[in-house]
């Protein structure tokens, strides 16, 4: 197992579908995942103040309500990007984005159901890596992590010069 794997978190409420994102996840070597049924699995799971590279959310609705907890998810600080899952039309896709730029949430890509292991890994194939993210703390500021290193290991202070 890759000790470098990117970590992922998947929100959606079908556990079937929670092992389904698992196996295509893990073929695409993300090997720490977060599986989660609703929100409060993934603000339980964030308690461990893990940093993750993707967030999905599948079955994503457009509306004030699931959009604001989107908002707040990209403020955390605690995903680097994130890929909706649900049935869009091309003018609710071009909102989504529209939207993501002007509240500044890193959105990867808005994907129609059902996806499939070639649509995962191109999206995960472009998307922005960091070295070592998972070392350094998610609440510090910019200047602790700068000042922040794990003994003998240089990773969190070089991945941010």
């Known amino acids: 197992m890759a000790t470098n794997s990117p970590r992922a978190m998947v ?6 579908r ?7 996840l893990n073929r695409l070597e993300f090997y720490h995942l977060s599986l ?6 993934v603000r339980k799971a964030l308690a461990a103040k893990q ?6 959310h599948d079955d994503f ?17 605690a995903f680097r990007q994130f890929v909706l899952v649900g049935n869009f039309s091309a003018e609710e896709k071009s909102g ?6 002007t509240h500044r949430v890193p959105l990867l890509e808005v994907l129609d159901k059902p996806i499939s292991l070639a649509q995962l890994r191109e999206v995960t194939g472009s998307m922005v890596l960091y070295q070592s ?17 794990v003994p003998g290991d240089r990773h969190c202070d070089s991945a941010l010069r």
């Open 11 to 16: 929100l959606c409420s079908h556990p079937g």
């Open 18 to 24: 929670l092992l389904n994102y698992s196996v295509l």
């Open 36 to 41: 989660c049924l609703n929100l409060d699995e």
């Open 51 to 56: 940093r993750y590279s993707l967030f999905i």
């Open 61 to 77: 609705v457009p509306g004030a309500s699931a959009l604001m907890s989107l908002k707040a998810l990209s403020q955390s600080n």
């Open 96 to 101: 989504l984005f529209q939207w993501a730029w």
């Open 133 to 149: 993210e998972d070392e350094c703390p998610i609440d510090a500021s910019v200047r602790e992590i700068r000042d922040y290193q």
